[in-house]
């Protein structure tokens, strides 16, 4: 559910008319629903209220200060990737001991840097990783708190770009492997062990790839007990989907995701961790954008936008289907008929959607993508020297600029000439 909804004729976002939003910014820009994006994290976290845990939002699913505050309000830990996202967090208040450490490349100034912040605990891609933060730690003089991410090679049934569990992808320590990198974890100088961590894909449309898993992650958490090591934690990682077309089964709730959990691994007494990004905000954002021109082709009508694949890559990259709906509300009954969906930029693959059933629009309409929260603004570019997507965040009856939309000069100003030009 979210809070994009049509009343008197037109799209609002919360209490506030879209078309009132992008008279004030200009199109193209993403919308965000504070009370859709409260709401999602407080199903996450009521759905594991039966045993201590905390929700850590996957702020690479957007990471705009002003998101990550909103979510910090409500208790959230984030889960990170980079030093720069990690920066980002301790910038919006979220104290160290919330922030979780995710990523198959940490460097060794990363690792100092999380350390010296405060982290929660560093999620462990590989073993020269894992000898890396080791080294680090130690000569800081401190424990560095580690789960180690193991791959459970289960098939999450999802796109090939954002599966991770497989034995074939680049993620995470094989399962089979595990309580032999976990004996050298215990060895190793700088080191606390804390649990067991995974992450299997992302746009999970059912519960039984995370049951597969997390069953492993149960006989793996009993073995290792049994060789010594204390796991308190669990980090089930992220990766439930939401729904992008009408059409699509509705994919699984986070309460039935909850009590998942509390089957697979509720015995073990471990304190849960789990790191949703898509489903908190996806649908909670918006991709507003302007139709500069109807161009009927041969044999097709296009549908020409003022947001290009610079600012939402989705369809480009993951073949992604988002619904794009009118702004002002369709006349009952009104024809459609199939557009294919473009953006301005000089590339076929800047097509958001073919033959797509619209009724009727015109130049100067405005449309909204919609579920484009996650994976959106983050992803977004300035190719074509298009100025980055500003972001808006509407709160009830107010809303405000969280990123204003750079100028030309701001973009060319970037640019340093060398002394010999
Ligand atoms: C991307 C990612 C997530 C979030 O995935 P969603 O599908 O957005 O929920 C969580 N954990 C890790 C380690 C990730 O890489």
Redesign the pocket.
Known sequence: MDHFLYRDGQLYAEDVPVAEIAAAVGAPFYLYSTATLVRHFRLFDEALDWGPHLVCY?M??ASNQAILKTLAAEGAGM?V?SGGEYARAKAAGVPGDRIVF??VGKTGAEIRAALEGGIRQF?VESEPEMRVISEVASAMGVDAPITL?VNPDVDAKTHAK?A?GKSENK?GIPIARAREVYAEAARLPGLKVVGI?V?I????TQLEPFEQAYTKVAELTEALRADGHEITRLDL?????IPYARSNEAPPLPTDYGALIQRTVGHLGCEIEI??????I?NAGLLVSGVIYVKHGEGRDFLILDAAMNDLIRPAMYDAHHEIVPVKEAAPGAELSPYDIVGPVCETGDTFAKGRLMPPVAAGDLVAFRSAG??GAVMASEYNTRPLVPEVLVHGDQFAVIRPRPTFDDIINRDTIPEWL
């Not at 894909?201 to 999970?204: K, M, P, T, V």
């Not at 990682?237 to 989907?241: H, I, N, T």
């Open positions: 996957a690479k699913a889960d990737v995710s990523g999620n991410r954002i991770t993620f961590d992450h894909g992302s746009q999970l990682g992220g990766g439930l989907g790191e949703p990004g898509r489903l908190i996806g996650a994976y």
